[in-house]
């Protein structure tokens, strides 16, 4: 009796037309114990092959993936520029009879790379341990530049992504996490170059240590 190449089930199975599928099927009807056994074989691997698709990760989650590998490989650091800052409320001296009022609750700073400013308000809530950041990528040179889609990413020192979001059409967005050491605000404009700015300690500090962190950032 003939039987039939797995190559030739396999096709079937898959939807398929073999040239030989009338003779194929007629020989399963038959009743042929061995190309029954291909038969069914190929199709548990397809069934097997269907419900791995179901399985592949989110979306996001490969988004993410891609981004930390560029940010640690260095695949786009050609065209990074660091920003520099250029305004900064922390390194400007309170007015008298505000000192006392203990640490600021708001805080806001400017950067420039690009022909392009970066404004940026720092606000934290006393009652919350998020930090909530609000800002606003603006073209020097074109004024009312729409800015929309503009990727903005918070980074780790160690390249690890703490939150994103993407600007609207005035080149706004916000972005709201738990403050901490050395993060990294990375603005992709279409059709420019991507922005980098180094951040230091956001935690609100004592009167006393205002002038050293405005220095610190100052010099990053």
Same mark, same amino acid.
């Given at each position: 009796?003939?039987?039939? *190449?797995?190559?030739?089930?396999?096709? &079937?199975?898959?939807?398929?037309?073999? @040239?030989?599928?009338?003779?194929?099927? *007629?020989? %399963?009807?038959?009743?042929? &114990?061995?190309?029954?056994?291909?038969?069914?074989?190929?199709?548990?691997?397809?069934?097997?092959?269907?419900?791995?698709?179901?399985?592949? $990760?989110?979306?996001?989650?490969?988004?993410?993936?891609? %981004?930390?590998?560029?940010?640690?490989? +260095?695949?786009?650091?050609?065209?990074?520029?660091?920003?520099?800052?250029?305004?900064?409320?922390?390194?400007?001296?309170? %007015?008298? +009879?505000?000192? #006392?009022?203990?640490?600021?609750?708001?805080?806001?700073?400017?950067?420039?790379?690009?022909?392009?400013? /970066?404004? =940026?308000?720092?606000?934290? *809530?006393?009652?919350?341990?998020?930090?909530? =950041?609000?800002?606003?990528?603006?073209?020097?040179?074109? @004024?009312?530049? $729409?800015?929309?889609?503009?990727?903005?990413?918070?980074?780790?020192?160690?390249?690890?992504?703490?939150?994103?979001?993407?600007?609207?059409?005035?080149?706004?967005?916000?972005?709201?996490?738990?403050?901490?050491?050395?993060?990294? %605000? #990375?603005?992709? /404009?279409?059709?420019?170059?991507? /922005?980098?700015?180094? &951040?230091?300690? &956001?935690?609100?500090? $004592?009167?006393?240590?205002?002038?050293?962190?405005? #220095?610190?950032?100052?010099?990053?």
């Amino acid at each position: 009796m003939q039987h039939f *190449s797995d190559q030739a089930w396999a096709d &079937l199975v898959r939807g398929i037309k073999p @040239p030989q599928r009338e003779e194929m099927e *007629s020989h %399963l009807a038959k009743g042929c &114990l061995d190309c029954k056994v291909s038969h069914n074989s190929w199709k548990q691997v397809r069934a097997v092959a269907l419900r791995e698709s179901s399985f592949g $990760p989110p979306e996001n989650a490969v988004r993410m993936a891609k %981004l930390i590998f560029a940010e640690n490989s +260095g695949a786009d650091q050609s065209g990074a520029e660091l920003a520099s800052l250029t305004f900064d409320t922390f390194a400007q001296p309170a %007015l008298a +009879g505000v000192r #006392s009022a203990g640490a600021a609750t708001a805080r806001q700073m400017v950067y420039e790379a690009d022909g392009l400013a /970066v404004d =940026l308000r720092f606000d934290f *809530s006393p009652l919350s341990k998020m930090l909530s =950041l609000t800002g606003q990528v603006l073209d020097k040179q074109l @004024p009312g530049t $729409p800015l929309q889609h503009s990727e903005v990413i918070l980074w780790t020192q160690k390249g690890l992504p703490v939150a994103e979001t993407k600007a609207n059409a005035f080149g706004e967005f916000n972005l709201e996490f738990e403050p901490q050491n050395h993060l990294r %605000l #990375s603005i992709r /404009v279409i059709g420019r170059s991507h /922005v980098r700015i180094h &951040l230091a300690n &956001l935690r609100p500090e $004592p009167e006393s240590d205002t002038q050293t962190s405005g #220095s610190e950032i100052s010099n990053q």
